[in-house]
T-cell receptor, first 112, second 116 residues
């Protein structure tokens, strides 16, 4: 059974600092690893999706890496801004029905 | 133009009642999902439908019954509501392909269900 863990559960940084969010999963037989952002009272917004054959994906200030053998993914956010304050969730995608198993999330606060 | 829309956004009701949550997507996707996010913010999949056919059914009480009249709609009906059903329920959709490894899921804003 796939289990996904995110550490830390919460993170507070001053504006401009780089953010590093960690995600680990127990079963390396994944199809993809997805990172989402959730704002209070809102749904999830897809940030990056790394296919199992890839090592990383980049979008603007965001970069996500994937190491299947060690069961880890890391989301880097460069030069953080107050608007980056949100909860970040990672999810491991399995083949059957594109089922996603989510971690508990990392709540990020970027102080101006 | 909302891609995945859920109604209602808030639902407050008493224990023992029956309620439904509706979901519609205008993305042309074949696959739709229901997730439950509990008070600790853990998101868990409940059901998944592909083109009106059930493909994922996690360990969910049979008081929960999904219904998909067409591939753009996936509704969730809940019978005999219990206190533990209080949560945020999210609908999502994605394209269906033989290799869906590069297709992210698109989520609605959630329905906040509170049982009194």
């Amino acid at each position: 059974k796939q289990e996904v863990t995110q550490i830390p559960a919460a993170l507070s940084v001053p504006e401009g600092e780089n953010l590093v969010l960690n995600c680990s999963f127990t079963d390396s037989a994944i199809y993809n690893l997805q990172w989402f952002r959730q704002d209070p009272g809102k749904g999830l917004t897809s940030l990056l999706l790394i296919q199992s054959s890839q090592r990383e994906q980049t979008s603007g200030r965001l970069n996500a890496s994937l190491d299947k053998s060690s069961g880890r993914s890391t989301l880097y956010i460069a030069a953080s801004q107050p608007g980056d304050s949100a909860t970040y969730l990672c999810a491991a995608g399995l083949a059957a029905g594109n089922k996603l198993t989510f971690g508990g999330g990392t709540r990020v606060l970027v102080k101006p | 133009d909302t891609a995945v829309s859920q109604t209602p956004k808030y639902l407050v009701t008493q224990m023992g009642n029956d309620k439904s949550i509706k979901c519609e997507q205008n993305l042309g996707h074949d696959t739709m999902y229901w997730y439950k996010q509990d008070s600790k913010k853990f998101l868990k999949i409940m059901f998944s439908y592909n083109n009106k056919e059930l493909i994922i059914n996690e360990t969910v009480p049979n008081r929960f019954s999904p219904k998909s009249p067409d591939k753009a709609h996936l509704n969730l009906h809940i019978n005999s509501l219990e206190l533990g059903d209080s949560a945020v329920y999210f609908c999502a959709s994605s394209p269906y392909r033989a290799s869906y490894s590069n297709q992210p899921q698109h989520f609605g804003d959630g329905t906040r269900l509170s049982i009194l």
